[in-house]
């Protein structure tokens, strides 16, 4: 059976990883805590990959990160040294230990842009990441990619994956589906029905599946967009969700013209509702995976977008 070291491994996406992966590999964590984890042989420290302690492994997929912080209350600097420095020093042990035959890194598509150019992202765009959690993630990839152009014969039948996932969601996750989530469920109207944009999301077993096929099958070393099939408007969402918990969507179309005259009064006394959250809640952000479904020969991904999310929110609903 061959073996894998996955950072970050006690995460969200980790013990899913785990869950999906325990069958088929040795597992081995990395991560700054270190619970008993069924599926999971031991998790070792930073000290330990520093000082080579890490038992030989075929594949290492890289995790660990500072998430992204929607209020905005974190350093610059701590994205830095945990997004970037630490992907150096883990791709750096990849690098330097030849039996080690593929590395997947986690980026986001936030490393490529904050707005996406035209009507859909795809992995040819120029990075333009905005604030330090898309800077440290595209500074992370910058990296890797030199690192392949400069000593290209050190990964010669080696594969380098650097993924760039959207919005992942699944049971567990306590992201921003829980927050709109906890707004929803208890009954408030969505008041921003007249918007009419559209998002990508990540289902976090499609993310799961993706993952499998690129341990057990050669991809070419480079950069993978990660999204479910399906673009979903805010307005489908709550469809969505109102139907997992078995109640009525309430959609309120307001005149675009009051909501951002009301935006720009909130710029000014600093209410919840300013034009820059307006901005995010009602902004389109569609993400291609095509890429990625024509490297693992697939035509679709195996969990439609709806299902997804509708299994997602009834988690939320049992807890």
């Known amino acids: 059976m061959k073996s894998l070291l996955i950072t970050g491994i006690h995460g969200f996406v980790g013990t899913n990883l785990v869950n999906a992966l325990k069958d088929h590999y040795d597992i081995y964590g990395l991560d700054i805590i270190s619970p008993e984890q069924d599926g999971v042989i031991r998790t070792f420290s930073w000290d330990d990959l520093e000082n080579n302690r890490i038992p030989r492994v075929d594949a290492i997929i890289h995790l660990a990160g500072k998430a992204h912080d929607t209020k905005n209350k974190s350093a610059a600097d701590v994205y830095f040294k945990v997004n970037t420095d630490l992907t150096k020093k883990v791709f750096d042990y990849f ?22 150019p035209g009507e859909i992202l795809t992995e040819d765009v120029t990075p333009c990441p905005v604030g330090p959690y898309g800077e440290s993630k595209v500074r992370a990839e910058e990296y890797i990619l030199e690192q392949l152009n400069n000593k290209p014969a050190a990964y010669n039948g080696r ?16 992201g921003n589906l829980n927050l709109l989530y906890g707004v929803i469920s208890k009954g408030i109207p969505w008041p921003l029905g007249a918007f009419d944009n559209r998002r ?16 057990s099958s050669h991809v070419e070393s480079g950069i993978y967009n990660m999204a479910d099939d399906e673009a979903l408007s805010t307005n489908e969402l709550i469809r969505v969700m109102c139907k997992a918990m078995g109640k009525k969507a309430r959609i309120i179309k307001l005149p675009r013209g009051i909501i951002n005259a009301s935006a720009r009064i909130g710029d000014v006394l600093h209410l919840p509702l300013n034009t820059f959250r307006l901005d995010k809640l009602t902004e389109s952000y569609v993400v291609s995976n095509n890429k990625i479904k024509k490297a693992l020969g697939i035509d679709r991904m195996p ?4 299902d997804g999310l509708a299994h997602t929110i009834k988690s939320f609903i049992s807890k």
Do not use: Q, W
């Not at 594969?159 to 306590?174: L, S, T, Y």
């Not at 969990?303 to 709806?306: Q, S």
């Open 303 to 306: 969990i439609k977008a709806y």
């Open 159 to 174: 594969d380098v994956i650097i993924m760039r996932p959207c919005m992942i969601h699944g049971p567990g996750n306590k």
């Open 95 to 116: 690098t330097n230990h030849k039996s080690i035959e593929r590395f997947i890194f986690f980026s986001s598509v936030k490393a490529a842009v904050d707005k996406v």
């Open 200 to 215: 990508t999301f990540t289902s976090i077993d499609n993310l799961t599946f993706v993952i499998g096929r690129i341990l």
